[in-house]
C-alpha cells in the first residue's frame, strides 16, 4: 500500500499548527515563537534525515550480513508487487562528501526544475578507483545521462540504483559537515522542487 501524501501533509500541518500553539501559550511574543517554531522544525528535519540514513544503512548491512545481494532483494520485492521502477534524465550533476556519515552525495539536475539527491556511502560503490596498477583501475559507473531508481513502493526507501551506458563526469565539490544544504535536509532518494544544481553550487566550494 503506497504512502497517501495529502493524509501526511495534512498530519504535519495539524502538528505545526498545534505546536505554534502551544508555543504561542507558553512566550506571548511572536518573534520568541516564530524562533522557536523555527528552530524546532530544523531539529526535526535533522532527525528525519538521520534516521532515514540510519535505517537505509542498516537495512544494507543486514543484507550484507546475511549474504542477500541487491539483485534479489530487488527480485523479491518485484515478486511481491513491492517494487516501484522510476526512470530518470540527468543534464548535470554535483558530487560531494558528507563527513559525519562518511556518505556520498550526488545532487542531479533530472529536469523541469526538479533536483534529486542520492545519499550513502554505497553510492562510492559507482566512484573511479585509481591505483599506481592501471590494470586494478576501477572507472567511474555514475552519473549516467539515463538511470533508474528502484524503490520501496510503500517506504519510498531507494533499493538500487541502476545507471545507464553514458557516463559523465559530475562537478566535484568540497566536503560538507551536516545533512543539511541551506535550507535542505538531505535525504536518500528526496526529490526537490523547483530547484536546480546551479543554485546548490553556489552554497559549495568546487574542488
Not at 504512502?3 to 512566550?27: F, Y
Not at 516501484?84 to 554535483?94: D, K, S, T
Request: aromatic share 6%; with cysteine.
Amino acid at each position: 500500500m503506497g504512502i497517501d501524501m495529502n493524509k501526511t501533509l495534512v498530519a504535519i500541518g495539524a502538528a505545526v499548527i498545534a505546536l505554534a500553539v502551544a508555543l504561542w501559550i507558553q512566550l506571548r511574543d511572536p518573534l520568541s515563537v516564530a524562533v522557536s517554531l523555527a528552530l524546532l522544525l530544523l531539529a526535526a528535519a535533522l532527525l528525519i534525515a538521520i534516521s532515514a540514513y540510519l535505517y537505509s544503512a542498516l537495512r544494507r548491512s543486514y543484507r550484507q550480513r546475511h549474504g542477500i545481494g541487491v539483485d534479489e532483494d530487488v527480485a523479491r520485492l518485484e515478486a511481491a508487487g513491492q517494487l516501484l521502477r522510476e526512470h530518470y534524465q540527468a543534464h548535470g550533476a554535483l558530487a560531494f562528501e558528507e563527513l559525519n556519515t562518511s556518505a556520498l552525495v550526488y545532487l542531479l539536475d533530472i529536469g523541469d526544475g526538479r533536483v534529486l539527491c542520492l545519499y550513502g556511502q554505497h553510492y562510492f560503490d559507482y566512484e573511479p578507483v585509481r591505483h599506481e596498477d592501471e590494470e586494478t583501475d576501477r572507472p567511474r559507473r555514475f552519473p549516467t545521462h539515463s538511470f533508474s531508481l528502484a524503490r520501496h513502493m510503500r517506504t519510498r526507501e531507494v533499493i538500487a540504483l541502476l545507471p545507464g551506458n553514458t557516463v559523465f563526469e559530475p562537478i566535484a565539490c568540497e566536503a560538507i559537515a551536516g545533512p543539511t544544504l541551506g535550507a535542505v535536509t538531505l535525504v536518500d532518494g528526496a526529490i526537490l522542487d523547483d530547484s536546480n544544481i546551479d543554485e546548490a553550487a553556489k552554497l559549495l566550494d568546487r574542488v
